[in-house]
């Protein structure tokens, strides 16, 4: 309690940022902050995906539903999403180049053998919206396969939406936190009450490998990130514990204990190609403090001017 | 011999099925019948040739028959078809069956050769299939799915099962208990010819013999002497002349000398005056004869008896009579009904050879009477001879087999023969239900009797019959599916396996009186349940028909047995059987070596050449009896003679899909194997080429992470119905109690779950008697946004009458504007018809949802000049209320779909697709389930299938060392976050990939609900169910709770205002009902009043007058 009251200072440690991943230590926060940022991340933050389809011919083995939703789940790369409007608020009747962004898929195989038709295949109908196209960067996505004389004309628009709405307009693949753990060891105990043997079958116990003996058969917490709150070490403690003489001396305090430390969060963002992954978390962010101050707005007059 | 290749050798199980499939069963009996049996029906002497009664020169005579390949006669063309274009066009896949004759056409004699009798239908996939042998591509190439398991047949495009049947095996003796505590020994003989049962039965001290076309039982020494038998020494030699049958057969020999019938004459004339419908007054033909005729013919009418010579039937009526007397000493020797080795299963080949043999009867009956029709009048010399071609009648034979097959009605009049449901239409809804289809065992046995016995599982069906797989309810055990490796026999010849028996030194039977069969250390030699003779070194003769039988001089399904408590041996080669391979032990050694199965997955060997070199060998059930048998390599001692291909062979293909199915509670294994038939999936490669009436599909079905080798054997692998899950096991919200689970939002709109419909509606145009046919009409135009319902209807079609691929339809909309004339029956002059000689007929669509036409068929076949199907596909997403399945028998549908970002996750990213109840765990008992999660979840990190095969399997141990070496739980169990709140959840969750089946059973197509709707026109009540539109009725116990609750008004408004309220006329003075303010009984309108009553209420008053009964109102004002 008395953190909350000194009052915590946060902050964000970026671990590692790839082209599609980003890691990052947020701290000084509640639970409750790291989690709308993850749901935001997941949920709202908008991108660009195909989402209305006319099919003019379709003589492949696939029929018009399948390959619209195959069309929808397509990642395109949506960093300039802002230059679009939500359908809905587009003034506009049906679309416009403000909310879409239509490409057009006309292929035939003339060649006989199988042809694949993929991402790369979907052409602009327009100069306008290049910077929307699919984020294909490795390889290829696969739409559908044909066979010789069969042909495919589409026209699709791409539209903007939220994850919310629909999972195509998600832009991670995967957005998650983990807690901070806090790995307590008694090496007072360990070492007067467990033999060297003992205390290596507690290094063992964890499956990820998080504990070492050091020089001295000691035990050393080295990869701490790794953990993952198993507890398998607490409870071959427990059972080294009882199953030895020590439970005689009626010690009930355990030698190892893991918790979590409830104000510092690892988060590890994968960008599904869509959005740079900081720019995912950048644009949470922003949508998060937008919808607070939406919030604001409605609170009224007399509570505000004082 | 190492650990492993005592694995290697269950590859002779996909080596087994990849030569026979799973289908074999049918296809080798249909090919019996038609390269051996059709041959045989008709050059049997009572078949072969037609005669006439009145010019003794004619003669028809059948030289041979063949059936060709399937084909079909169009515009006096006659071509080549496929079976997926009889499906397409409604075709019959048939071919024509070609006689050769020989016949008189006025005074010479005539031959023909390929004259065509009819049309066979023909199995998929049997010898005249134009499908047999073809590779993969050539098989694309007819559009055929390589994995379809074909043996069924397409009656006009509808694709028809013959089930297997279940019967009692026919030939053989079975002793019995009946009622009244009675001994009975039965025999149901069945012969081409004839069929008859014939009882032999003790009745207090005395026994009997009993048939159908006798009045009553006869003394069974009667019969003895009637067949010839004078002196009683003689039957007491023929049954038995130890003291327990001389005693038990005293007082039926007494009866003879009390009825002071002494010899053969008086016995017959005894028999004679006994015969039930007795024909000898018309025939002029004395009783004696007739009483003779009958025991020559029918009695007992499968033991040949040439010239009235009586002695195998004497002897086989000898053995009868023993088994009663043994019965009647000892309760054990009774037959117990039940066993397996006592039943035969007919197959398509005998079934269809039954009822083309009867056809092949009249159509030569017919002939006759046409032949005799015209002998009969006087000849006329001008003219052409008379041509018997011209009275033969190729319809006849045609449809009376394809009737049979598309109604499943097999009516045989020789043997008064009337049976239904012989045939079922395919299920196409999913692989695995055509696969259980072709597998299933359909028993004779009524479905409302309530005994156990038949119903229950038999110790000696180990192996042959599927434990798990049979329906619940009615028709529980009685319905069975046939195990993995289970074969069932066709007829073979009796005369090798005889002749080769007598040169092992059987003696004949015939050169013996009674008494030397029964002698002690002599072994009873029976073939196919006829005696054939003795033999005194029992275990010589078995073994050299063994050896001989391995060594492949006679067919491997030859079964040799010897029963030691009888002092008999039993050789059967008759079809039937059921049986499955072994593996030979000799010497505590397999005969089956590592080398073989090298030379096996090398492809120099196949499974055959393990059966002819005798590593391999089929038992039946009642030579299973004679083997000891190995289960596993392991389990091998001195005894033992056979070992086990692999135990879990003992399932069928369908309970083969469950993994660690010998970790789960019985019944659940039950439960998934009618499940697994409702699982959405793929049904073929070519399943977007059919056109059934609906298709379930599922879109994106994958392999299952779990697999079991029956799933890599039955090709489940590459035509799955599922989807491999990630699913958390942990309650959730609340609205996942009572099974219910809860789906992820993001997982369903990326394909999970996501099912297609595909569905055909038929509209074909007619062509009437008068000449006028059904046209297509140009739709009206519609104009503006918003039309009226009535025009708006029209808007998916084209110019030319018909839909336009690609539209998008709901229910209502017009698939076909098709017209009807008015006039169906006159002529009418072609120029003069106006729009008005019409009326429209069209088709409309049906169906929950918007849905896009995807194909047009547009055809005809000879019944059907111009035939439409529109093939409509839906896609359907899951949603609230779709039924899901794992494989363990655990169905739940979903409660809530819920949003990724609210789904518990972990600290990896994953999140679940799904998730389950731990409720559904404890009392079901489905710790197959648990394994499976935790070996697919370790499948997934080591990035290989996991195997869950009955009684093997990859071991929960070896899976949890995997996990741990991964970083997961031992156990499983995952940390995982709230979604909503961010916390940690308070327990570690089981969770992993686990595959789930959508079934069949969709919210979309059951969701009902009405406000005003349609009425009955008798009782102008709502109509009842959701394909009328009905309304939802207040019950009975709902009604008990109105009148408890005391709302009378309540009751009356339900019940009447807003049902059948009725306004009727009734006289105060009579009491009767009136019609529009008149009473037809008092001749006045001056009392009538209105009263309102339900309509239903004025029906039955009316019904009850109808009936002389009058219901008289008496009316007062409240």
């Given at each position: 309690m008395s953190e909350v009251y000194r009052g915590r200072a946060p902050n964000i440690e970026i671990n590692k940022i790839t082209r599609e991943k980003i890691k990052f230590t947020l701290s000084g926060v509640d639970s409750s902050v790291a989690n709308s940022l993850r749901r935001v991340m997941i949920a709202e933050v908008p991108t660009m995906a195909i989402d209305v389809v006319h099919i003019h011919t379709n003589t492949s083995s696939l029929h018009d539903e399948f390959i619209a939703h195959r069309l929808g789940l397509i990642p395109l790369i949506s960093e300039n999403q802002d230059n679009y409007d939500f359908p809905r608020d587009c003034k506009c009747t049906g679309h416009c180049e403000h909310c879409a962004v239509q490409f057009r898929l006309k292929v035939k195989n003339q060649e006989g053998g199988v042809l694949d038709v993929t991402s790369r295949d979907l052409r602009h109908l327009s100069q306008q919206g290049n910077d929307v196209r699919p984020a294909d960067s490795d390889g290829p996505i696969l739409i559908l396969k044909l066979r010789k004389n069969q042909e495919i004309d589409i026209t699709c628009n791409a539209r903007k939406g939220i994850g919310k709405e629909h999972a195509k307009w998600s832009p991670v693949a995967t957005a998650v936190f983990k807690y901070t753990p806090d790995i307590y060891l008694n090496q007072q105990r360990l070492e007067s009450q467990f033999t060297a043997e003992e205390r290596k079958e507690i290094v063992n116990s964890c499956p990820v490998g998080v504990y070492k003996l050091n020089e001295e058969s000691n035990i050393e917490v080295v990869k701490l990130n790794k953990c993952m709150f198993c507890e398998e070490c607490m409870r071959k403690g427990e059972m080294i514990i009882t199953r030895s003489a020590s439970a005689l001396l009626n010690v009930h305090d355990n030698v190892v204990r893991v918790s979590q430390l409830k104000d510092r969060f690892i988060f590890k963002v994968e960008s599904s190609g869509a959005l740079k992954p900081e720019s995912i978390v950048s644009k949470a962010f922003t949508i998060l403090t937008k919808k607070l101050d939406d919030i604001k707005q409605l609170i009224p007059p007399l509570i505000n001017t004082r | 011999m190492s650990q492993n290749s005592h694995q290697e050798q269950n590859l002779l199980i996909p080596a087994f099925l990849q030569l026979r499939g799973l289908v074999k069963q049918h296809i080798d009996s249909y090919d019996y019948f038609l390269t051996t049996d059709i041959k045989q029906i008709v050059s049997s002497p009572s078949n072969c040739c037609v005669l006439s009664d009145y010019n003794p020169d004619f003669y028809l005579k059948y030289k041979d028959i063949r059936v060709l390949m399937p084909s079909i006669e169009e515009d006096a063309v006659i071509s080549s078809i496929t079976p997926h274009e009889c499906r397409l066009r409604d075709l019959t896949y048939a071919a024509p069956i070609e006689v050769d004759i020989e016949y008189i056409k006025g005074n010479k004699i005539i031959c023909r050769s390929g004259l065509e009798i009819g049309m066979m239908p023909i199995m998929l996939g049997c010898c005249n299939c134009v499908l047999r042998n073809k590779s993969e591509e050539e098989l694309a190439k007819m559009l055929e799915c390589p994995y379809d398991p074909r043996g069924y047949f397409i009656i006009k495009g509808v694709e028809k099962v013959i089930l297997i049947q279940e019967q009692a095996s026919k030939n053989r003796i079975i002793v019995e208990i009946d009622s009244k505590n009675n001994v009975v020994a039965q025999v149901t003989s069945s012969t081409h010819e004839k069929k008859s049962r014939t009882v032999v039965q003790s009745k207090g001290s005395k026994i009997y013999m009993k048939h159908n076309t006798l009045s009553e039982d006869i003394p069974i020494a009667i019969v003895f002497k009637a067949l010839g038998v004078q002196a009683d020494q003689e039957i007491f030699q023929l049954v038995g002349t130890q003291k327990q049958y001389i005693d038990a057969l005293g007082m039926s020999l007494q009866e003879c000398s009390i009825l002071n019938i002494l010899t053969e004459k008086q016995a017959l004339r005894f028999i004679g005056s006994k015969i039930k419908n007795s024909k000898a007054a018309k025939t002029g033909r004395t009783k004696i004869e007739e009483a003779r005729d009958v025991l020559a013919t029918v009695v007992l009418s499968h033991v040949p008896c040439e010239n009235y010579d009586f002695r195998a039937k004497i002897r086989y009526l000898g053995i009868m009579v023993r088994k009663v007397i043994d019965a009647m000493n000892d309760p054990k020797k009774v037959d117990d009904r039940d066993y397996y080795g006592n039943k035969r299963l007919e197959l398509a080949g005998q079934l269809v050879g039954l009822l083309f043999e009867d056809l092949f009867k009249r159509f030569n009956s017919d002939i006759k009477k046409h032949v005799d029709k015209i002998f009969s009048k006087p000849k006329s010399s001008k003219g052409e001879p008379f041509d018997v071609i011209t009275a033969m009648n190729k319809k006849m034979i045609t449809e009376g087999l394809n009737n049979a097959i598309s109604t499943g009605n097999w009516s045989l009049k020789r043997f008064k023969m009337e049976r239904a449901g012989v045939t079922e239409v395919l299920s196409r809804l999913s692989y695995m239900s055509a696969l259980g289809m072709m597998t299933r065992i359909n028993s004779q046995f009524e479905k409302t009797r309530k005994i156990s016995g038949p119903r229950s599982l038999q110790g000696s069906q180990f192996g042959m019959i599927c434990p798990s797989d049979t329906p619940e309810g009615e028709s529980c055990g009685l319905v069975k599916t046939l195990a993995l490796t289970t074969h069932i026999t066709i007829d073979q010849p009796e005369?090798?396996?005889?002749?080769?028996?007598?040169?092992?030194?059987?003696?004949?039977?015939?050169?013996?009186?009674?008494?030397?069969?029964?002698?002690?250390?002599?072994?009873?030699?029976?073939?196919?349940?006829?005696?054939?003779?003795?033999?005194?070194?029992?275990?010589?003769?078995?073994?050299?028909?063994?050896?001989?039988?391995?060594?492949?001089?006679?067919?491997?399904?030859?079964?040799?047995?010897?029963?030691?408590?009888?002092?008999?041996?039993?050789?059967?080669?008759?079809?039937?059987?059921?049986?499955?391979?072994?593996?030979?032990?000799?010497?505590?050694?397999?005969?089956?070596?590592?080398?073989?199965?090298?030379?096996?997955?090398?492809?120099?060997?196949?499974?055959?050449?393990?059966?002819?070199?005798?590593?391999?060998?089929?038992?039946?059930?009642?030579?299973?009896?004679?083997?000891?048998?190995?289960?596993?390599?392991?389990?091998?001692?001195?005894?033992?003679?056979?070992?086990?291909?692999?135990?879990?062979?003992?399932?069928?293909?369908?309970?083969?899909?469950?993994?660690?199915?010998?970790?789960?509670?019985?019944?659940?294994?039950?439960?998934?194997?009618?499940?697994?038939?409702?699982?959405?999936?793929?049904?073929?490669?070519?399943?977007?080429?059919?056109?059934?009436?609906?298709?379930?599909?599922?879109?994106?079905?994958?392999?299952?992470?779990?697999?079991?080798?029956?799933?890599?054997?039955?090709?489940?692998?590459?035509?799955?119905?599922?989807?491999?899950?990630?699913?958390?096991?942990?309650?959730?919200?609340?609205?996942?109690?009572?099974?219910?689970?809860?789906?992820?939002?993001?997982?369903?709109?990326?394909?999970?779950?996501?099912?297609?419909?595909?569905?055909?509606?038929?509209?074909?145009?007619?062509?009437?008697?008068?000449?006028?046919?059904?046209?297509?009409?140009?739709?009206?135009?519609?104009?503006?946004?918003?039309?009226?319902?009535?025009?708006?209807?029209?808007?998916?079609?084209?110019?030319?009458?018909?839909?336009?691929?690609?539209?998008?339809?709901?229910?209502?909309?017009?698939?076909?504007?098709?017209?009807?004339?008015?006039?169906?029956?006159?002529?009418?002059?072609?120029?003069?018809?106006?729009?008005?000689?019409?009326?429209?007929?069209?088709?409309?669509?049906?169906?929950?949802?918007?849905?896009?036409?995807?194909?047009?068929?547009?055809?005809?076949?000879?019944?059907?000049?111009?035939?439409?199907?529109?093939?409509?596909?839906?896609?359907?997403?899951?949603?609230?209320?779709?039924?899901?399945?794992?494989?363990?028998?655990?169905?739940?549908?979903?409660?809530?779909?819920?949003?990724?970002?609210?789904?518990?996750?972990?600290?990896?990213?994953?999140?679940?697709?799904?998730?389950?109840?731990?409720?559904?765990?404890?009392?079901?008992?489905?710790?197959?389930?648990?394994?499976?999660?935790?070996?697919?979840?370790?499948?997934?990190?080591?990035?290989?299938?996991?195997?869950?095969?009955?009684?093997?399997?990859?071991?929960?141990?070896?899976?949890?060392?995997?996990?741990?070496?991964?970083?997961?739980?031992?156990?499983?169990?995952?940390?995982?976050?709230?979604?909503?709140?961010?916390?940690?959840v308070g327990a570690y969750i089981f969770s992993g990939p686990l595959y789930y089946q959508k079934l069949k059973h969709m919210v979309a197509d059951k969701m009902h609900a009405r406000a005003i709707g349609p009425k009955t026109a008798l009782t102008r009540q709502p109509t009842e169910g959701r394909a009328r539109e009905g309304g939802l009725r207040l019950g009975e116990m709902e009604r008990d709770c109105l009148i408890g609750y005391g709302a009378a008004s309540l009751i009356q408004e339900r019940l009447m205002y807003s049902s059948d309220v009725f306004i009727a006329s009734v006289c105060e003075s009579c009491g009767n009902l009136g019609y529009e303010q008149w009473c037809q009984f008092c001749k006045s309108r001056l009392n009538i009043v209105k009263v309102k009553m339900p309509y239903a209420c004025k029906l039955l008053f009316q019904e009850l007058q109808a009936m002389n009964i009058r219901p008289k109102l008496n009316l007062s004002s409240s």
């Open positions: - | 005369e090798q396996i005889s002749k080769l028996a007598f040169s092992l030194g059987v003696e004949d039977a015939s050169l013996f009186s009674g008494d030397e069969l029964y002698s002690p250390g002599v072994f009873r030699v029976f073939l196919n349940g006829q005696p054939l003779g003795v033999h005194r070194d029992a275990d010589f003769l078995i073994n050299s028909l063994r050896e001989i039988r391995r060594k492949g001089k006679i067919s491997e399904f030859v079964s040799v047995v010897k029963v030691e408590e009888e002092q008999q041996i039993h050789i059967a080669c008759d079809g039937g059987r059921l049986t499955r391979p072994f593996i030979i032990i000799e010497k505590c050694k397999s005969k089956v070596e590592p080398k073989h199965i090298k030379e096996l997955t090398l492809g120099l060997r196949n499974f055959d050449d393990f059966v002819n070199e005798g590593l391999v060998e089929y038992l039946d059930v009642n030579e299973e009896n004679n083997a000891v048998i190995a289960m596993r390599h392991e389990n091998i001692s001195e005894d033992t003679t056979h070992l086990e291909i692999d135990p879990f062979t003992i399932l069928g293909c369908v309970a083969g899909l469950i993994p660690y199915p010998h970790h789960n509670q019985s019944p659940r294994n039950t439960y998934q194997c009618a499940m697994g038939k409702q699982a959405l999936g793929i049904i073929g490669y070519n399943q977007f080429l059919r056109v059934d009436t609906v298709l379930y599909l599922l879109a994106y079905s994958q392999t299952p992470m779990v697999r079991t080798k029956t799933i890599e054997i039955v090709n489940y692998d590459k035509l799955p119905a599922g989807h491999n899950a990630s699913v958390a096991v942990m309650s959730y919200s609340g609205y996942d109690i009572e099974d219910a689970i809860i789906l992820n939002k993001a997982s369903s709109e990326r394909g999970f779950g996501r099912s297609l419909i595909v569905k055909r509606q038929n509209s074909d145009l007619r062509r009437y008697n008068n000449g006028l046919s059904d046209r297509l009409v140009m739709p009206p135009v519609i104009h503006g946004d918003n039309p009226p319902p009535s025009i708006k209807k029209f808007h998916a079609l084209d110019k030319g009458g018909i839909v336009a691929v690609g539209s998008i339809v709901q229910t209502g909309d017009v698939l076909v504007n098709k017209e009807t004339p008015v006039n169906k029956v006159d002529d009418i002059e072609m120029s003069k018809l106006t729009d008005n000689d019409f009326k429209p007929s069209f088709t409309c669509f049906k169906g929950p949802n918007p849905t896009q036409v995807n194909r047009l068929f547009i055809a005809c076949n000879p019944e059907e000049p111009f035939l439409i199907k529109t093939v409509t596909i839906e896609t359907r997403p899951p949603e609230l209320g779709d039924k899901f399945s794992s494989r363990h028998g655990q169905k739940g549908v979903v409660g809530l779909i819920v949003q990724q970002e609210d789904m518990p996750f972990n600290e990896q990213g994953w999140c679940p697709d799904m998730i389950m109840n731990p409720h559904g765990f404890p009392s079901r008992m489905t710790v197959g389930k648990l394994i499976e999660l935790v070996a697919g979840k370790s499948g997934v990190f080591q990035g290989k299938f996991k195997y869950g095969t009955a009684f093997a399997g990859d071991k929960v141990i070896d899976c949890g060392e995997i996990l741990v070496k991964n970083g997961f739980n031992y156990t499983g169990k995952d940390v995982l976050m709230c979604g909503t709140s961010g916390e940690l």
